[in-house]
């Protein structure tokens, strides 16, 4: 009789697991730069905003203060919580419901949505590998100075969509069984307060999950020309080369990006 009580409380407990259990996860997984904030309802059941940051320890601290309680509503205090977390809020809720049956089975067994989404992704776990139908997501103008160093000083912000193929991500290190798809993060009408010249152009970003996850980025039209390529060790390396009729606006801008090396301006963004 005790054994089926246990049983029966143990079940309870996982039904009722907090949503913020998820946000704990999802800590641990990206080592604090991507936070489920202001979580509420359950791990099968629930939403939250999305919380993105580029450092670790410390914003993982302030996202968890954001986050909500076992799915109970404290209003106006989550409210400034959310708002004193130290990383980019997405503007919308990220909400999800998840099957345990369809889990177990391999099938399609979490949908998520989201405002922005083209429609509801239907995620399946097969294999020690994540399946992602193909989508799109575009979102409304974000300001990136939450993001902190070097962001805060430049004040950027910006519209992006993001348009995916199909994706299988593996989850192990089976060489056999490799990640495949492809993300392209389009970033349209990019702006700086300070800068005097505004928009600064448009650019896509493409990452090829395969093939050693290599990427591109390029612009697509604008008076700031944006180069990237990885460093090993030493994270993003970003050029930057105005048109020659704007240089001269674009000066202060340009000298708070990064040093000058040749004929343009490099920033580096740090792992």
Do not use: C
């Amino acid at each position: 009789m005790i054994i089926v009580v246990l049983l029966i409380m143990v079940l309870a407990a996982v039904l009722h697991a907090p949503a913020t259990w998820l946000d704990d996860v999802a800590a641990r997984a990206s080592a604090g730069r991507i936070r489920l904030a202001q979580a509420s309802g359950t791990i099968w059941h629930g939403q939250a905003f999305l919380l993105v940051s580029f450092k670790q320890s410390g914003q993982a601290t302030s996202a968890s203060a954001a986050s909500g309680s076992g799915g109970r509503d404290d209003g106006g205090e989550q409210a400034q919580a959310l708002h004193r977390a130290k990383g980019l809020v997405l503007p919308e809720p990220l909400r999800w419901r998840i099957n345990p049956f369809a889990l177990l089975a391999g099938g399609p067994a979490v949908e998520v949505s989201m405002q922005g989404l083209d429609r509801p992704l239907r995620l399946a776990w097969r294999d020690q590998t994540l399946q992602v139908p193909a989508g799109q997501l575009d979102l409304p103008r974000l300001d990136f100075a939450a993001l902190g160093s070097p962001w805060n000083s430049l004040q950027p912000s910006a519209r992006l969509q993001f348009r995916w193929s199909e994706l299988l991500i593996a989850t192990h290190a089976d060489p056999a069984k490799p990640s495949v798809g492809r993300v392209n993060l389009v970033i349209s009408d990019l702006a700086a307060r300070i800068s005097p010249v505004q928009p600064l152009g448009s650019y896509d970003w493409a990452f090829d999950l395969g093939n050693g996850k290599q990427w591109t980025m390029r612009t697509l039209d604008g008076v700031l020309d944006l180069r990237a390529a990885p460093e090993a060790g030493r994270g993003i390396r970003i050029e930057a080369r105005p048109l020659p009729a704007e240089e001269a606006r674009l000066r202060p801008l340009l000298s708070l990006m990064g040093t000058r090396e040749a004929d343009a301006t490099v920033m580096r963004l740090l792992p």
